[in-house]
């Protein structure tokens, strides 16, 4: 019964947003055969619609129609709470799969709040993101599993698998949580075809399709405890945590030391002006090693030894092509 109550408020609410953004474009029979059930039920809904909701909802021969939707109040902001939340909006549209015509709106409304000799800088703080085909994928698999998340639906989707030389299967999720990570983004959910909770990443998802079957995510779930004391994006080990210290030169260590890295971070400068950096993590994995290499010479490796004995190999083998 739960699950049919949920169906229609979403139903309601899809009907409600056809219709304002399309005003006589769809009549009884049409939005129907959109929904897959009888004209009664349509009607059903365009009541709770009419006396439920008070819309003035009217229809002519050409479809059903709005006479007047409700106006939102102003929201006021200080000078200071404006700009921060245009920054933090326009610094959104460069996170990849982040970009519709509505963000794009939105910029738009809250540059407008400022005096016009601001404008020019606005407009500089971030350049407009490129669009690409990949962005565009990114963004209908984004916006998709956010609708989930919010309707509790489970998703049917056709995912890659590198490890295996890209083969692809087909698999039920149950979303629960979306995080961007570095230019993209991952999804923890239940998989019911490996009957456990796994990550995805988005980019993968070639294909996917919102199913009315509904689903809770656990109340014992917490996504911190599920990625653990992993580094970046791999989830934390069953086996013992490792300690690594790295010895950063004084200009990297600064860098280093003033960003999140891990919650379990230690920086110490010394009197040279070196950073030791101190942390502990789940398991040296290839992700942690291409972190420390990018550092080139400005970082040492002191623990534990098979860090550095494999950093240094790389560093030799890199040597080795430039001979």
Known sequence: ???????????????????????????????????????????????IIRHGLKLQLLHSPEGYYFEKTPRLPALQYTFAEALALLL???????????????????????????????????????????????????QQMLMLLNRALIEGRKVRMVYETRSRGGATSERVARPYYLMPY??????????????????????????????????????????????????????????????????FGPEAGQWVAEEHWHPSQQAEEQPDGSVLFRLRIAAITPEFVNWTLYYGCRVEVLEP??????????????????E
């Open 1 to 47: 019964m739960r699950a049919e109550e949920h169906k229609r408020t979403s139903r309601i609410l899809e009907l409600v947003q056809m219709i304002a953004v399309a005003p006589q474009r769809y009549l009884r029979r049409d939005l129907a055969e959109r929904f897959e059930i009888s004209e009664r039920m349509i009607q059903k809904d365009l009541e």
């Open 88 to 138: 933090a909006v326009q610094a959104a549209r460069q996170v990849s799969g982040v970009g519709s015509a509505e963000l794009a709106a939105a910029v738009a409304r809250l540059e407008a709040l400022f005096p016009p000799e601001f404008t020019p800088l606005l407009r500089q703080t971030v350049a407009q993101p490129v669009v690409t085909a990949q962005r565009e994928h990114r």
């Open 305 to 322: 030894e098979s860090l550095r004995e494999r950093v240094a190999e790389e560093h030799r083998e890199a040597a080795g092509v430039y």
């Open 182 to 247: 570095v230019r993209s983004w991952q999804l923890i959910a239940y998989c019911e075809l490996r009957e456990a909770v796994r990550m995805f990443k988005v980019d993968r998802i070639r294909e996917a399709t919102l199913l009315d079957e509904r689903y809770h995510i656990p109340g014992d779930f917490d996504v911190d405890a599920y990625m653990g004391t992993g580094w970046g994006a791999m989830r934390g080990g069953t086996g013992e945590p490792v300690d690594v210290v790295l010895r």
